[in-house]
T-cell receptor, first 117, second 112 residues
Framework: DARVTQTPRHKVTEMGQEVTMRCQPI?????VFWYRQTMMQGLELLAYFRNRAPLDDSGMPKDRFSAEMPDATLATLKIQPSEPRDSAVYFC???????????????FGDGTRLSIL | GENVEQHPSTLSVQEGDSAVIKCTYS??????FPWYKQELGKGPQLIIDIRSNVGEKKDQRIAVTLNKTAKHFSLHITETQPEDSAVYFCAASGDSNYQLIWGAGTKLIIKP
């Protein structure tokens, strides 16, 4: 089975440090999503890309978060500087969306568990 | 904006019994309703989805029903097994974008 791959699986770092999370979407998928999951807020959409172009990043704190897709096989989410409130599990998901208004399943990776001390 | 409510937050059933989880949505334009299962330490995994032109869909022990008039949809799991224990999420999406609006999740516990 094709899978979304996320690295690292776990990250512990001190407040103020830069954090980079990586995602390899399923080959052939043209849309990539970044989510954050916490006990308090549930699953929050941070940003998503279609054909490597950012479509919506309104869920992301702009001053410290950035998301990019350097190529079709790699999506990155960076936090700089990191803060304790950023501690959460960050998920990447991908899907193939061909037609406007015709939703398709999103396939999730197993996440990066981030702890900011 | 769209809102999805999910009930119950925790459901405990005896192994072999059926489990039902219900979700309601607010946006009548929503047309895609997936259900995800999340096991500890894993990402959400799609288990079944339904579109607004269909009222019911089945896949082995899992079924989803959709009532567009009442704006609610439900997940039904029959003959529950220990491996069904997990957190289940419903979601809804409209036709204007690809964003999923998520329910808060239901922790399903299967008692042996």
């Amino acid at each position: 089975d094709a899978r979304v791959t996320q690295t690292p699986r776990h990250k512990v770092t001190e407040m103020g440090q830069e954090v980079t999370m990586r995602c390899q979407p399923i080959l052939g998928h043209n849309t990539v999503f970044w989510y954050r999951q916490t006990m308090m807020q549930g699953l929050e959409l941070l940003a998503y890309f279609r054909n490597r172009a950012p479509l919506d990043d309104s869920g992301m704190p702009k001053d410290r978060f950035s998301a990019e897709m350097p190529d079709a096989t790699l999506a990155t989410l960076k936090i700089q500087p990191s803060e304790p409130r950023d501690s959460a599990v960050y998920f990447c998901a991908s899907g193939f969306f061909q037609f406007e208004g015709w939703n398709q399943p999103q396939h999730f990776g197993d996440g990066t568990r981030l702890s900011i001390l | 904006g769209e809102n999805v409510e999910q009930h119950p937050s925790t459901l405990s059933v005896q192994e072999g019994d059926s489990a039902v989880i219900k979700c309601t949505y607010s946006d009548s334009a929503s047309n895609y309703f997936p259900w995800y299962k999340q096991e500890l330490g894993k990402g959400p995994q799609l288990i079944i989805d339904i579109r607004s032109n269909v009222g019911e869909k089945k896949d082995q022990r899992i079924a989803v029903t959709l009532n567009k008039t009442a704006k609610h949809f439900s997940l039904h799991i029959t003959e529950t097994q220990p491996e069904d224990s997990a957190v289940y999420f419903c979601a809804a999406s409209g036709d204007s974008n690809y964003q999923l609006i998520w329910g808060a999740g239901t922790k399903l516990i299967i008692k042996p």
